[in-house]
């Protein structure tokens, strides 16, 4: 249902901590024009966790109304609680949205298997939306393994994808050999698509492509073309970006992302929504540096 790269926008804040709702849709808007196949909004990236419940749908109801259906709008709906998450759900719903994403409710890491299958059964009860898995062991504690998820499918009709944010291209693969075709396998990042797609990834939300989209959906559309010799020049571009964005981010953790958008014009006054290191002048200049190759105008495949 939905495919190529879908883009995770982090949710800005002001300096007094609320939300930039001026600068969000400001993104979207960029996002469209970079030629994005979708728009992920509050998840990690998105910072919906430090989010109040009546932000997060403000903020989805704020962004579906401006997009106006010009790109699917997904919105991650998970928290610690059913109740909180089929109430994010339905407000989705009522909103607008496409689908809505999923994480298994974390913090309590000593929830059972069966509890964590009822949160996601709760949340499909209480929406027609459909679902897109979210599995992101690092930050839930949860990994959805291939046969759990699998079973899972067998339950929840609305089920149409997983998003493995920490996943090898091997495996993957096993979760598109195993998952019918009507239930997409989403990358967490964009450096395996050349490795993947032809075999049945259907896309990427990665929280990296924020900062070079133009180049991200030019290697998709390279790939999704089969001129294989365009598409491993610019994954080969998309890695050396890659890897130096996540040298930056090891050192001076998500503060590198506002300095970044600030560099593509973005007046980000704070992100993320902590009190966090500012990047070093070696890591601003090594950035700077990242930022001038991709965003090199030569993407012919745009």
């Not at 019918?180 to 396998?185: D, K, T």
């Not at 999704?224 to 010799?229: I, M, P």
Request: glycine share 8%; with cysteine.
């Amino acid at each position: 249902m939905f495919n190529g790269i879908i883009l995770p926008l982090i949710t800005p804040f002001k300096t007094n901590g609320e939300v930039d709702e001026h600068t969000l849709l400001q993104m979207a808007d960029g996002a469209i024009e970079a030629g994005a196949h979708g728009i992920f909004l509050l998840g990690s990236q998105g910072q919906g966790p430090t989010m109040s419940l009546e932000e997060r749908t403000k903020a989805t109801a704020k962004v579906v109304e401006h997009v106006n259906g010009k790109v699917p709008v997904i919105v991650h709906v998970g928290t610690t609680d059913l109740r909180s998450t089929t109430r994010l759900a339905v407000e989705a719903e009522a909103a607008g949205v496409d689908g809505i994403a999923v994480i298994a409710p974390y913090y309590y890491t000593d929830h059972t298997t069966a509890e964590i299958d009822a949160h996601f059964l709760g949340v499909a009860k209480a929406t027609s939306l459909p679902m897109v898995m979210y599995n992101n062991a690092k930050y839930s504690g949860v990994n959805i393994t291939v046969d759990w998820l699998a079973r899972l499918n067998e339950q929840i009709p609305t089920l149409c994808g997983v998003k493995l944010s920490y996943a090898s291209p091997e495996m993957m693969l096993q979760y598109v050999e195993r998952l019918p075709e009507r239930v997409a396998v989403y990358s967490g990042s964009t450096m395996y698509l050349l490795t993947t797609v032809p075999f049945g990834v259907r896309g990427a939300i990665n929280p990296l492509a924020v900062l070079f989209p133009e180049l991200a959906v030019s290697m998709w559309n390279a790939i999704e073309a089969k001129n294989w010799e365009l598409a491993f020049q610019l994954q080969d571009r998309v890695n050396r970006a890659s890897l130096g964005i996540s040298k930056i981010f090891k050192q001076s953790g998500r503060s590198l992302y506002k300095e970044g958008l600030r560099m593509m014009g973005y007046n980000v006054e704070a992100f993320p929504r902590w009190e966090a290191t500012d990047l070093s002048e070696a890591s601003l200049a090594e950035l700077r540096t990242i930022m001038e190759i991709v965003s090199v105008r030569d993407l012919s495949m745009k």
